[in-house]
C-alpha cells in the first residue's frame, strides 16, 4: 500500500497572503484601517530585509526571520526613521502575529518561530498627558468671523471638545451621522475596530452645526459634515494645519499657547480631564472617549495633580496631632436640654 506524500509546507509568499486574506480579513474581520496598520509594518519589514539579507521579498523564508533581523529591524525604526517607541512595539506586534498564524500552517518550522516569538517589546514611561484649561480652550475655539473656512474650523473645534473624539472619528463625520433634535441631540462615531458609540451635544454645538448646514445646502446626508474645498472629507494634516492656525490667534489672549505645541489628540486628552475634573465617573469617562480597556481612562486620573491635591488634603500628616471632635455650641446646648 502506497503511502500519501506528506504536503509542501506554504512558502513564505503564500502565508503572508493568507494571514492578510484569509486571517486578518475574513476570520478575525479587522477593519480596514488596522489591516493597513499591518500592511505598513510589513512593508517597511520586507523592504528591510530585503536590503540586509539581499535578496527580495518573494525568496524569504521562515528560518530567515530570526530574532537577531527583527531586533536589527526595530532598531533601525527607532534609529533611522526616528520612529517612537510605541510605534517600534506596534511594528513588532504585527510580525509577532503573523508569526502566530505561520505557526498553524507550517509545523516544521514551529522551532524557528518560537525562537523569533522571544524578541520582546520595548518598556518605555509613559509621558504626562497635556491638556489645556478651560480659559484656553474656549479662546481655541474662539468665534467665526463669517467666512466658510472661520465657520467650518469653528464647529470642527466645537466638536472635538465636546466629543473628546480622534480626528479620524471627527472627518468621518457624515451629515447623517448628526441628530439634531432638542430632547436627543448627539453624533455617532465610528471608532477603531469598527466601535460605534454615540456622543451628545451642547447647545451650542447645535447651534454651530445648524448655522453651517444653513450655509451648505448642497450638503446631504452622505455628505461629509466637515468637508474640505473640494467637498471631500478633511484630511489629519489639513486638522492640524487649522488648529494650528486657531492656536495662534488664541495665544493673543493667552499668551502661554504660543509656547505649547497643541495637537487635536490633546484636546481629546482636554475634553477627558474636564469630565474628571467635573465629577464624572471614569467609567463613563471610558465609553465616552470609546476605549477598549479602563487602564487607558486611567491616565487621566494619574495626570489631575489637582484631584491628587485633593485626596491627600483628607490625610493627616505624620507630624500632625489628631484633634477630638467637638460639637458645636448649639448642639451641646441642644442636648443639655433633654
Given at each position: 500500500?502506497?503511502r500519501?506524500?506528506?504536503?509542501?509546507?506554504?512558502?513564505?509568499?503564500?502565508?503572508?497572503?493568507?494571514?492578510?486574506?484569509?486571517?486578518?480579513?475574513?476570520?478575525?474581520?479587522?477593519?480596514?484601517?488596522?489591516?493597513?496598520?499591518?500592511?505598513?509594518?510589513?512593508?517597511l519589514?520586507?523592504?528591510?530585509?530585503?536590503?540586509?539579507?539581499?535578496?527580495?521579498?518573494?525568496?524569504?523564508?521562515?528560518?530567515?526571520?530570526?530574532?537577531?533581523?527583527?531586533?536589527?529591524?526595530l532598531?533601525?525604526?527607532?534609529r533611522?526613521?526616528?520612529?517612537?517607541?510605541?510605534?517600534?512595539?506596534?511594528?513588532?506586534?504585527?510580525?509577532?502575529s503573523?508569526?502566530?498564524?505561520?505557526?498553524?500552517?507550517?509545523?516544521?518550522s514551529?522551532?524557528?518561530?518560537?525562537?523569533?516569538?522571544?524578541?520582546?517589546?520595548?518598556?518605555?514611561?509613559?509621558?504626562?498627558?497635556?491638556?489645556?484649561?478651560?480659559?484656553?480652550?474656549?479662546?481655541v475655539?474662539?468665534?467665526?468671523?463669517?467666512t466658510?473656512?472661520?465657520?467650518?474650523?469653528?464647529v470642527?473645534?466645537?466638536?472635538?471638545?465636546?466629543?473628546?473624539?480622534?480626528?479620524?472619528?471627527?472627518?468621518?463625520?457624515?451629515?447623517?451621522?448628526?441628530?439634531?433634535?432638542?430632547?436627543?441631540?448627539?453624533?455617532?462615531l465610528?471608532?477603531?475596530?469598527?466601535?460605534?458609540?454615540?456622543?451628545?451635544?451642547?447647545?451650542?454645538?447645535?447651534?454651530?452645526?445648524?448655522?453651517?448646514?444653513?450655509?451648505?445646502?448642497?450638503?446631504?446626508?452622505?455628505?461629509?459634515?466637515?468637508?474640505?474645498?473640494?467637498?471631500?472629507a478633511?484630511?489629519?494634516?489639513?486638522?492640524?494645519?487649522?488648529?494650528?492656525?486657531?492656536?495662534q490667534?488664541a495665544?493673543?489672549?493667552?499668551?502661554d499657547?504660543?509656547?505649547?505645541?497643541?495637537?487635536?489628540?490633546?484636546?481629546?486628552h482636554?475634553?477627558?480631564?474636564?469630565?474628571?475634573?467635573?465629577?464624572?465617573?471614569?467609567?463613563?469617562i471610558?465609553?465616552?472617549?470609546?476605549?477598549?480597556s479602563?487602564?487607558?481612562?486611567?491616565?487621566?486620573?494619574?495626570?489631575?495633580?489637582?484631584?491628587?491635591?485633593r485626596?491627600?488634603?483628607?490625610?493627616?500628616e505624620?507630624?500632625?496631632?489628631?484633634?477630638?471632635?467637638?460639637?458645636?455650641?448649639?448642639?451641646?446646648?441642644?442636648?443639655?436640654?433633654l
Amino acid at each position: 500500500m502506497m503511502r500519501r506524500q506528506a504536503k509542501p509546507p506554504p512558502s513564505f509568499p503564500a502565508l503572508v497572503q493568507a494571514f492578510f486574506v484569509e486571517h486578518l480579513t475574513q476570520q478575525r474581520a479587522l477593519s480596514p484601517r488596522t489591516v493597513a496598520a499591518y500592511r505598513d509594518a510589513f512593508m517597511l519589514f520586507l523592504g528591510f530585509a530585503e536590503a540586509r539579507l539581499g535578496r527580495s521579498p518573494a525568496q524569504l523564508t521562515l528560518p530567515d526571520i530570526t530574532p537577531d533581523l527583527i531586533m536589527a529591524f526595530l532598531d533601525h525604526l527607532e534609529r533611522d526613521r526616528h520612529n517612537c517607541v510605541r510605534s517600534r512595539n506596534a511594528r513588532l506586534a504585527a510580525l509577532r502575529s503573523f508569526l502566530k498564524f505561520a505557526a498553524h500552517r507550517d509545523v516544521s518550522s514551529l522551532q524557528v518561530i518560537e525562537h523569533a516569538l522571544g524578541v520582546p517589546a520595548k518598556r518605555f514611561e509613559r509621558p504626562m498627558l497635556g491638556y489645556l484649561s478651560r480659559e484656553e480652550m474656549l479662546a481655541v475655539i474662539g468665534a467665526p468671523d463669517g467666512t466658510w473656512f472661520s465657520q467650518r474650523d469653528h464647529v470642527l473645534l466645537l466638536m472635538l471638545y465636546n466629543t473628546g473624539a480622534r480626528v479620524s472619528e471627527i472627518v468621518g463625520v457624515k451629515v447623517g451621522d448628526v441628530v439634531l433634535d432638542d430632547a436627543a441631540a448627539c453624533v455617532h462615531l465610528h471608532g477603531k475596530g469598527r466601535k460605534q458609540r454615540s456622543v451628545p451635544l451642547w447647545r451650542s454645538t447645535i447651534r454651530a452645526i445648524r448655522a453651517w448646514l444653513r450655509r451648505n445646502p448642497p450638503l446631504d446626508s452622505n455628505s461629509p459634515l466637515l468637508p474640505n474645498r473640494d467637498g471631500q472629507a478633511m484630511s489629519r494634516w489639513t486638522v492640524m494645519q487649522r488648529l494650528e492656525r486657531a492656536v495662534q490667534a488664541a495665544a493673543k489672549s493667552c499668551p502661554d499657547l504660543a509656547a505649547r505645541h497643541i495637537s487635536p489628540h490633546m484636546i481629546r486628552h482636554t475634553t477627558a480631564m474636564h469630565l474628571l475634573q467635573a465629577g464624572v465617573d471614569i467609567s463613563v469617562i471610558a465609553l465616552w472617549l470609546g476605549h477598549e480597556s479602563p487602564a487607558t481612562t486611567h491616565q487621566y486620573v494619574e495626570a489631575d495633580l489637582a484631584m491628587k491635591e485633593r485626596a491627600l488634603a483628607r490625610l493627616h500628616e505624620p507630624e500632625a496631632k489628631l484633634r477630638r471632635y467637638r460639637a458645636p455650641d448649639s448642639l451641646i446646648d441642644f442636648l443639655r436640654t433633654l
